[in-house]
Each structure stands twice: as structure tokens, then as C-alpha cells.
């Protein structure tokens, strides 16, 4: 077990590990690397809960569901490029940002007609 405290805070963190080699795997290395794994939380939350919307995945072979799962991450990482150069212009950070406001803006925006045709320019 490693305990510590984030500077500022009164509370201990205890991180329980079964990496027991000190040397290959400093204390304060983990207590860093555990901090980042939370960074990643919302990301996971952001696909999982509010890009995805159905809780199955519909296709019917693994080949369909990882195209499926490609697709969501490519759609991820379109929408928080977007919200990146938004709060750039913005001067502002990505994480002051709803994800959720933003991936409905695109979606309205790829799904609302927008009087583009594939076909060309209609004479």
C-alpha cells in the first residue's frame, strides 16, 4: 500500500497495488500514474454515457463491432478536436467545455440539410 497526500489537501491516498518491486516501481511514480489513469475517466465517460446513446453494440459479427467501436472513437476524437479549437479561439481551456453541448451541435450539424447535395450543384 502507498499512501500520500495531493499537495493542498488534508486527506490521505491510499493506493493498494500488487507491483511490489520499489525499485521497478517507485512509490511516487504509481501515485503519479494513478493520478493520470482519472484524468482518462471522463473520456471513457464522455463515449460511453453521452456519444454512444444505445447500450448494445447492434452488429452481428466481431468485425462489425469493432468498425462500430472505431467509429465511436473516431467521432471522439473529431468532437474534442473541435472543442480544442474552439476554446483556442476562444482563449479559453477544452475542459471549461461541455462535450455533451458539442456533440450535439454536430450532430445537429451533419444531420440537419444544410443544402449541400453529393450529387453537385442543382441547376
Known amino acids: 500500500m502507498i499512501e500520500y497526500r495531493i499537495d493542498g489537501q488534508a486527506d490521505v491516498v491510499r493506493l493498494i497495488t500488487s507491483l511490489l518491486d520499489h525499485e521497478k516501481y517507485p ?10 489513469r482519472w484524468e482518462t475517466e471522463p473520456v471513457f465517460d464522455e463515449i460511453k454515457t453521452h456519444q454512444r446513446g444505445r447500450p448494445v453494440l447492434r452488429s452481428q459479427t466481431p468485425d462489425g463491432v469493432r468498425r462500430k467501436v472505431y467509429a465511436h472513437l473516431i467521432v471522439h476524437h473529431a468532437t474534442r478536436d473541435l472543442l480544442n ?22 450532430r445537429r450539424t451533419v444531420i ?7 450529387l453537385g450543384p442543382q441547376t
Open 27 to 36: 512509490a511516487a511514480e504509481l501515485a503519479a500514474l494513478y493520478a493520470r
Open 85 to 106: 479549437e474552439a476554446a483556442r479561439i476562444l482563449q479559453s481551456t477544452a475542459e471549461r467545455t461541455s462535450f455533451t453541448r458539442a456533440l450535439h451541435v454536430v
Open 112 to 118: 440537419s440539410p444544410s443544402g449541400f447535395s453529393p
